[in-house]
């Protein structure tokens, strides 16, 4: 609880001078300094107020008395200022409150304290990135800043609040848990809001018996309810997302509807889909022993418990280190030995796998695998990446509709290939489009855009190096590489440069233009395309978009370009692959983040359409989404390719790529891996 | 972030009234919460047991109110010390400030003990925490840009939508965060705490309109925008009150004695009163309050809507 730490020092002593000069200035104006006998610096004239202030006489002569004894008088008070600077410079007053979280009368103020310091480096992240979005959609706006910063706020508190909930957090009993029959679900029924409605969705007739010692996987497209099927074991779906449950969940002999996650605690573990948002503590130790922390079970214990979790994981090297400075395969094993730290019978983990390496995939799917086929923890995983799994996993189970169904275990990823629905149609949109494409790359022109010897640096790192290449109009260009090899600060770089004559896009230095007339030139959707957005309605958000647009330079309009055809919410529609704007009228009208991920994404690039750029850059737009989203996606992009005149995307997902591309670039350790021929 | 939990609260907030007033009650005094909305078929609450014992969390909300308004009463009359001395015995005149100062963190801790219970909750915790987060952020951007308050637009809309009681708290921890950040605890803080605490309180205890016409979109439009502009006018009065509140208790360090508006113990209040008036006009009235009133209100009306709305998508309940 003690360090040394100078500034508050500092400040304090700056605070001390800044009182005494105001004393004196107070005086010097309020006639307080012509006391004592010594000689009259200045002879100011005595000014009498009236009325109510009558009492009051402004100014009058200066002696040097009195300014002494101004300034004297003021030490008393500034020597109180100093030495409450001396005290918070060596008081460590952050531990103090850390110390009272989890127990005591002050428990929840002081875990929001600590909550409050973990979120601080997420905070700063979060206004980097968002500032970047900003400068990519040409807004200055304070809420353009302001807002998505705090969306991104309110949805850590939530994740945080659902990560507390299953560890305990405010437990007032503990069910007692029965071994043998981990999850039982009989003619269960879920849905959102207390009166069943047929069109929105819903989950019908599930029957679910799980054994101890097994691995389940859950799989399903996005949106079909992968999540909340979890979160009605979890408790999360009933307690804390407001949905309704029919029928009767058993999770460990705990009856579901009655029994909220935090009173589960101790017998059912949750990892949740994007660790990071819940961590609650600062140091990994704390992390780790958190659902014994708030238990009230003695530090020596909860201790010896976390290095016992920690040595199973084979992360005891992390234990020592702050929270932010894990990876993202770290954190998820951080966050399943959380999980783990009551010896759960029921372990539930939502897409582990999301935004994973490989090596990491294999070490998090090994860990898994141990958990159910070593330890007996019967364990249930949401996931669309399936691969992974099939060697470990004992029992798969389907969404389909609104039913789910048990696939055969021995080759899973074969029956359900055939059984989505539209997983064929984007393969077909995309050929029938990519003719129009070569209409227009037939034409031979100046390249549209060259990239010259293009280089960023992270402090010391070369994350980019000299990259040089040249793209054609027409071209749809997938740039390809893995994690960390530098496409994401590749295509900002070209959305953002930082020097001259590295982007030339339509005969124009993209680093010379003004934010205007930059956007007609080039434009970025980036990964956390979220960022972009903050008004209240779709519809709102493309008329911004339409305003940004002082003076339209439609090189190549739309097909049939009236005015409102022009328009971003045009264009948003266009994108869906509706065939007349009206028919996202309904859209219109929502808020940005109640969109499908897909939508989302289709409308940030309409946004980002909006100043017709010839470039158009998507910094990896499947990811996260499954095969009905990536065909909207797809389209979209071909779509795209006509309403500017070429578009980069980049992308790990080779299938996408092959599907798509006109042309690939592979990027590797910060180069273009291959040497860029400048095609004829 | 991933698409799934996008739809799962998506389709929470659809399904719950959330993005209504009503929610808005939850942290009002008699306001409906959670406990008393009928529903059908599954209880949205969480704790059966308290839910059929009525009687028992009634009685204890009444108490916190009035443990709530009588610190809160107490708290002012320290804040305001100067203005008693002259009431008091001669001899016990110079114990009056010392008294004021050691009654301003007794209250704030007795007030945090008593609103700590009915705040332990996962969500409660959670938003307290990462919005006192923001705030320190927002109080300490401002202080690096020349003293532009930007603090008052977060305390009086989250007090608008999760009531006073989250309010009061949310500028308690607020201002113990940012102190703690930069160093800067002192025996100000408490009073800095109380009145960002009350700023945020009142904002929640201001007029709440039933949605009659909800379906309707212009009737709504038009009182989503009445509610900011009341919001706003409320943040115009709250930046000089804080002011003037502020400048009160310290008034007589900052001035010392011998000038025209020194505090003067014997002087009688009317006197006292003028000298306050002048001090605080030309000390922060004219200036600091004026841009911290013309901020808020910038800050309200441009991202009043955004915030209102993103703060409503997330429902948070009452222990009781």
């Not at chain 1, 800044?18 to 006639?31: H, N, T």
Request: aromatic share 6%; charged share 15%; with cysteine.
């Amino acid at each position: 609880m003690f360090r040394l730490r100078l500034a508050p020092l500092l400040a304090a002593i700056v605070l001390a001078v800044g009182f005494v000069s105001l004393r004196i200035v107070y005086r010097v104006v309020f006639g307080g300094v012509g006391a004592g006998t010594g000689p009259v610096l200045l002879e100011l004239p005595r000014l009498r107020l009236d009325g109510p202030f009558s009492h009051i006489s402004l100014l009058g002569p200066i002696t040097l008395v009195g300014l002494g004894n101004a300034a004297l008088s003021a030490l008393p008070v500034a020597a109180i200022i100093v030495f409450f600077g001396l005290l918070n410079a060596v008081i460590n007053v952050q531990s103090l409150f850390a110390r009272g979280a989890g127990r005591g009368p002050l428990r929840a103020i002081s875990r929001s304290l600590v909550i409050a310091w973990a979120t601080f480096p997420a905070l700063l992240e979060s206004v980097r990135r968002v500032r970047v979005a900003r400068s990519l959609r040409g807004e200055r706006s304070i809420a353009s800043l302001l807002v998505p910063i705090f969306e991104q706020t309110i949805e850590r508190a939530l994740a945080l609040a659902a990560s507390m909930e299953t560890r305990g957090f405010a437990a007032t009993r503990f069910a007692t848990g029965v071994c043998e029959a981990p999850v039982v679900l009989r003619d269960v029924g879920l849905n959102f809001g207390a009166v069943p409605d047929k069109t929105s969705w819903h989950l019908d007739a599930l029957n679910v018996t799980l054994k101890p010692g097994t691995l389940t996987v859950i799989v399903g497209a996005t949106g079909s309810g992968k999540t909340s099927l979890l979160h009605s074991m979890s408790g999360l779906f009933q307690h804390f997302y407001d949905g309704t449950q029919n029928g009767r969940i058993d999770i460990v002999g705990a009856d579901r509807a009655s029994t909220p996650p935090r009173d589960t605690a101790g017998f059912v573990g949750l990892v949740a889909q994007n660790v990071r948002l819940g961590f609650t503590a600062e140091t990994v130790h704390d992390e780790i022993g958190f659902a014994l922390a708030v238990r009230n079970v003695t530090p020596s214990i909860v201790h010896a418990r976390i290095l016992e979790v920690a040595a199973r994981l084979k992360i005891e090297h992390l234990v020592d280190r702050p929270i932010e400075r894990l990876s993202a395969g770290e954190a998820s094993l951080v966050a399943i030995a959380a999980a783990l730290v009551n010896h759960p019978i029921l372990l539930l983990v939502d897409e582990p796998l999301a935004d994973l390496d490989t090596v990491a995939r294999n070490r998090v799917c090994a860990v898994l695998g141990q958990l159910a086929h070593e330890a007996d923890v019967c364990v249930v995983i949401a996931e669309h990446n399936t691969k992974e799994f099939a060697s470990i996993a004992d029992a798969w189970l389907q969404i389909r509709g609104s039913r789910l169904h048990q696939l055969p275990a021995d080759s899973p990823a074969d029956s359900w290939g055939s059984a989505l629905p539209s997983s064929g149609s984007g393969p077909g949109i995309a050929t029938a489009a990519q003719g129009a494409i070569r209409d227009i790359s037939a034409v031979p022109a100046v390249p549209l855009a060259s990239i010259r010897l293009l280089s960023v640096r992270h402090k010391t790192n070369l994350v980019v190096n000299d990259v040089s290449v040249e793209v054609q109009a027409g071209e749809l260009v997938a740039l390809r590489g893995s994690n960390g090899a530098g496409k994401t600060s590749l295509l900002r770089a070209i959305a953002l440069p930082t020097s001259a004559d590295t982007v030339i896009v339509a005969g124009q230095d993209v680093r010379s233009l003004k934010r205007r007339t930059r956007r007609q030139t080039v434009a970025l959707v980036p990964e956390n395309f979220d960022d972009l957005l903050f008004a209240i309605t779709v519809a709102e958000e493309c008329r911004r978009a339409d305003r940004t647009l002082r003076e339209p330079n439609f090189r190549r309009a739309l097909p049939a370009a009236t005015d409102t055809e022009r328009s971003t919410a045009a264009l948003f529609a266009h994108l869906l692959g509706f065939n007349a704007p009206t028919d996202a009228a309904p859209l219109l009208q929502r808020h940005p983040r109640d969109l499908s991920a897909g939508e989302r994404l289709c409308l940030v690039m309409a946004i980002q359409l909006a100043a017709r750029p010839a470039l158009l850059l998507v910094d990896e737009p499947t990811r996260g989404l499954d095969q009905v989203a990536r065909a909207l996606v797809s389209a979209a992009l071909l779509t795209a390719t006509g309403a500017a005149s070429a578009v980069i995307f980049a992308t790990h997902d080779d299938d996408f790529a092959q599907d798509l591309a006109t042309r690939n670039l592979h990027m590797q350790a910060g180069r273009l891996a291959a040497p860029i021929e400048v095609l004829s | 972030m991933t698409n799934e939990s996008t739809t799962t609260r998506a389709n929470a907030t659809a399904a719950g009234n959330v993005s209504d007033d009503d929610v808005v009650g939850t942290f009002a005094d008699e306001a409906p919460d959670a406990q008393s909305a009928p529903d059908a078929g599954i209880a949205f609450s969480d704790r059966p047991r308290e839910r059929a014992d009525q009687a028992r969390p009634h009685r204890s909300i009444r108490w916190t109110k009035w443990i709530l308004g009588a610190g809160s009463l107490l708290a002012v009359s320290a804040f305001a010390w100067p203005f008693f001395v002259g009431a008091v015995p001669a001899d016990a005149q110079v114990a009056v400030p010392i008294v004021a100062f050691a009654l301003i963190p007794a209250l704030i801790v007795a007030l945090a003990l008593t609103l700590d219970r009915e705040m332990y909750t996962a969500q409660t915790v959670a938003l307290l925490g990462v919005l006192s987060a923001v705030g320190a952020a927002v109080r300490i951007a401002g202080a690096g840009a020349g003293g532009v308050e930007a603090v008052f637009v977060l305390l009086i809309l989250a007090g608008r939508v999760y009531g006073a009681r989250f309010g009061f708290l949310l500028g308690l921890l607020t201002i113990a965060v940012s102190s703690a950040l930069w160093g800067g605890f002192g025996p100000w803080t408490p009073f800095q705490m109380f009145a960002c605490g009350w700023v945020a309180a009142g904002a929640g205890l201001l007029p709440r309109w039933q949605n009659a016409a909800r379906r309707e979109s212009s009737g709504q439009r038009m009182r989503a925008n009445l509610e900011i502009a009341l919001l706003a006018a409320y943040g115009v009065v709250a930046s000089y009150l804080f002011g003037l509140i502020m400048n009160l208790w310290f008034w007589p360090f900052v001035v010392g004695s011998g000038t025209g508006i020194s505090y003067e113990a014997t002087a009688d209040p009317g006197q006292n009163l003028a000298s306050f008036a002048l001090y605080s006009l030309v000390t922060s009235t004219l200036t600091w309050d004026t841009v911290r009133a013309i901020t808020t209100v910038v800050g309200i009306a441009s991202v009043g809507p955004a915030v209102l709305a993103a703060l409503r998508r997330t429902k948070i309940s009452l222990r009781s």
